[in-house]
Each structure stands twice: as structure tokens, then as C-alpha cells.
């Protein structure tokens, strides 16, 4: 009777351990668990605030979006060009169009062809052929009324000026030397019109 006795005590001792190394574990277990998120929530953290390392261990840079270009538009024909409405007052007047409209005065104002960069003011800009030209390729690219046409070139030369101080702000440095300023030229910028700008710049500091 005894040793049934101690039998069963010694099993149910062997019961509760098991018990307790199984809660034991599971708690183990779950504290690993916590762990191995902590670590993971940390690196993710980590990530997100340190700079993109390039193969070469250098900053990789983010590639920024580039000007809009408006393929679409400049492949309209007279066929299928969109008609621009107008104010009475000659003003821009179309929900519809008004971004494309001028989103593509903006390629006109930032190509250096029609409206060059080395020309110090917008009213100096050429009438012939700069100005006539421009207003030609709008009207070939949209329907355009009669009498707008000042709005237009308007509308261009302040696209024209705020890309010069865009230049100017990014790409100029006054604490520079000229031949330190003249290699720093932008993408897309006519280097001569550059060298232009920076000597006049320079001139001024």
C-alpha cells in the first residue's frame, strides 16, 4: 500500500515537472519569439533612416523625375489637336486642357533653341524668329483663338525665368571659381548659354 502510494507520487511529481518544462519552454519559446520581432522591427527601423549604399559604398541616388517632356502633344496634328478655350479677356479658360496646356509651354520655355538661356531678360528674347516660332508650334499642337497670343509668350517667359533661378539656386556657386562653375553644367542645358549665365552671374556677386 505504501509503495502504491509512493507510485503514484512519484508519478504525479513526474506529471508536474513535465508540466513545468513544458510551460517552462513554451515561455522560452515566446520570449525568442519576441526577440527575433524585436530585432527584425529594429533592422526594418534601421533601414528606413540609412542612407541607400550603391555597389560601390558610395550614396545611391535616388533618381529623380525629370522634366515632362508631353511626347503626346508634340505628335498632334491639325487633325487631332485639342481646342483651348479662352476668357474674354484673353486669358487661359479650359479645366479640361489647362495642365497639358501648360505643362507644354513649359518644354517651349526650357528649350534653348526658341527661348535661350544666355539672353539676360524675356523681353530680349527675339521677336523673329524666337518668339513667332514659338507661337507657331502652340498653334500647330492646339486650337488656339485669335488674340491669345500675348498670354501665351507671357505665360512661356515666366516658365523661362523661373527655370533660370531654378538653374541659378541648384547649379551656381558664388564661392566657386568660374572654371569650378562652368564644368557644373545641367543636363539639357546648351554649355555655351551656361557659360554665359555664370560669367554674368559672377559679374554680379
Known amino acids: 500500500m505504501v509503495r502504491t502510494q509512493g507510485g503514484k507520487s512519484s508519478r504525479q511529481s513526474t506529471r508536474k515537472l513535465t508540466a513545468c518544462e513544458s510551460a517552462q519552454a513554451s515561455h522560452e519559446r515566446a520570449h525568442n519569439d519576441t526577440q527575433v520581432l524585436t530585432q527584425q522591427s529594429a533592422h526594418v527601423a534601421q533601414s528606413s533612416i ?39 479677356f484673353g486669358q487661359l479658360n479650359d479645366k479640361e486642357h489647362t495642365s497639358t496646356f501648360a505643362h507644354f509651354l513649359g518644354t517651349l520655355a526650357r528649350n534653348g533653341k526658341y527661348a535661350p538661356f ?58 566657386l571659381s568660374l572654371d569650378e562653375n562652368l564644368i557644373n553644367v545641367p543636363d539639357k542645358v546648351n554649355e555655351s548659354h551656361w557659360n554665359d549665365l555664370v560669367k554674368h552671374w559672377l559679374s554680379k556677386e
Open 50 to 88: 540609412e542612407p541607400n549604399i550603391g555597389i560601390s559604398g558610395g550614396r545611391k541616388k535616388r533618381k529623380a523625375r525629370g522634366p515632362t517632356l508631353m511626347p503626346k502633344v508634340w505628335g498632334q496634328t491639325e487633325e487631332t489637336r485639342k481646342r483651348i478655350s479662352f476668357n474674354k
Open 118 to 175: 544666355n539672353v539676360l531678360r524675356w523681353d530680349k528674347v527675339p521677336e523673329k524668329p524666337n518668339k513667332e516660332q514659338m507661337l507657331q508650334i502652340v498653334k500647330d499642337k492646339f486650337e488656339i483663338p485669335l488674340g491669345c497670343e500675348d498670354y501665351i509668350l507671357q505665360s512661356i517667359g515666366k516658365k523661362w525665368r523661373n527655370l533660370k533661378s531654378t538653374l541659378k539656386a541648384k547649379y551656381f556657386d558664388s564661392k
